[in-house]
């Protein structure tokens, strides 16, 4: 039941990566998605080999992207930055960077759009080199300020046919594109470059736009749905549960870790 | 500068409705859009009356709609209220209904929106009859939950030519739609069917996802752009001020209007 179930560090974020990868690994959780900010302070290619030696499948390392930005010398920084953050999924040992592409308010959609693009392109032959793909993850509308101009799996779809590389994938999240009347066609046009399927839920009401995501099967989201169509497109790969909650982060995290597993067997 | 300023009674809702029309009126704001609540134990003719002496234009009625239910005998009683809705705007002589759709956790967005159709093709003949129009508002994503299921202009237009109505047209507010790469095909698709401009900021942060409305200026949406946008598809109605602000709210309306004023002298 579980051999597909992933859960990103953030999920759990209280648990340092060691606690977290023993009690998933306990659990019966079948992968793990890193965040950047779970390996400081630690050798990465050590927690790669600790993390698989739990029996655990790295899936994802989260994030880069953030390329757009007014001036130029910052829009270079970002992209030596992908670089570091490719270098450091190379290390660790997982396939692909999750992108969050980014946005600046001091400039338009429309700007930021060609400086990720751009900012994608520069860093592609070094993931190529490293052997890690880039997973573009169109962000909700209401991330549009600050994190991504990319909001729409129609636009993630373009840019990765535009780029036409095949290191260029997209990360498909329910929470992020679950009202978008198109969805099920733009993710039959993905076909195999789904690299990642993350889910969560819609709460009602939501109470952060950041921090308020539900446990699956506590919102509208209709993920299985959802699911469906991604697995009809060709996906085989793990299921990501990424949960930003401060409710959840508050609560002891073994008993959220078996909610999780609970809300994944029902819901998704 | 002021000729084409609306304000809505709930950008300033600390203020009785006839506190607040005096006010707009001294500070030369051309027009008010009415909010059901602000009618609360008044003549609604009468309320009209006293708009109207003031020296304002009445532009928006807000708002009917909320069509989606589970179950039928609720979206029966939706219908009903909208003629309601539809009666009160007559009474106070204003030209359209602003229409959030709604939607309903417990069953699919496109289950809701055949039943936004029914219930719009359901009011029209009433709002013919009462020479009122009705103008769909999409609504951002972020409200796709309990509010809309029509989240974009295009679904909107789609609806529109759908029911081929001319009592049926849209309301374009820059905080739902600012986001949208199709933002500017669709307004040009609209033509003569916007009945209703709204405009306020998106503040980065956003720290509520109802009540932390920016004051134009304040924020990331390229207001100027998008007016420029509605008036080349032929739009020439006042411009609709619709803020909701916790923070607005708590400070002195007088002082705020001024700000309102000023902001959309510099920034709309």
């Known amino acids: 039941m579980l051999s597909r179930l992933c859960l990103h560090t953030i999920t759990t974020k209280p648990w340092p990566i060691e606690t977290a990868s023993d009690a998933y690994a306990r659990a019966g959780v079948a992968g793990i998605s890193v965040w950047r900010d779970a390996l400081d302070g630690r050798s990465i290619p050590e927690t790669g ?3 698989r030696e739990a029996g655990l499948t790295i899936v994802s390392y989260v994030r880069g992207g953030f390329f757009p930005a007014t001036v130029a010398t910052a829009r270079a920084r970002a992209i030596d930055e992908n670089r570091r953050i490719i270098d450091e999924a190379a290390a660790l040992g997982a396939p692909h960077v999750v992108l969050v592409c980014g946005a600046t308010p001091g400039q338009s959609l429309d700007e930021s759009r060609r400086q990720i693009r751009a900012g994608i392109e520069a860093v592609l032959p070094h993931a190529r080199e490293r052997g890690v793909k880039l997973a573009i993850e169109p962000l909700h509308p209401m991330y549009a300020d600050t994190r991504s101009a990319i909001v729409t799996l129609s636009q993630a779809n373009d840019l990765v046919e535009a780029v036409a590389d095949d290191y260029l994938g997209v990360a498909v999240d329910v929470y992020h594109l679950w009202w978008d009347p198109a969805l099920s066609v733009e993710i039959a046009r993905c076909g195999d470059r789904i690299l990642a399927f993350h889910v969560c839920d ?6 952060d736009l950041l921090n308020d995501r539900g446990l699956m099967g506590e919102g509208c989201i209709p993920i299985r749905a959802i699911r469906g169509q991604v ?3 060709g996906f085989d790969g793990l299921i990501e549960v990424e949960i930003f909650s401060t409710e ?7 008993v959220f870790l078996d909610r999780i597993v609970d809300a ?5």
Chains 1, 2 share one sequence.
């Open 248 to 254: 959840y982060w508050s609560m002891d995290q073994q």
């Open 202 to 207: 819609w709460r009602s009401p939501t109470r």
């Open 231 to 233: 697995e009809a497109a």
């Open 264 to 268: 994944y067997t029902r819901h998704v």
């Open 49 to 51: 080999r600790r993390i």
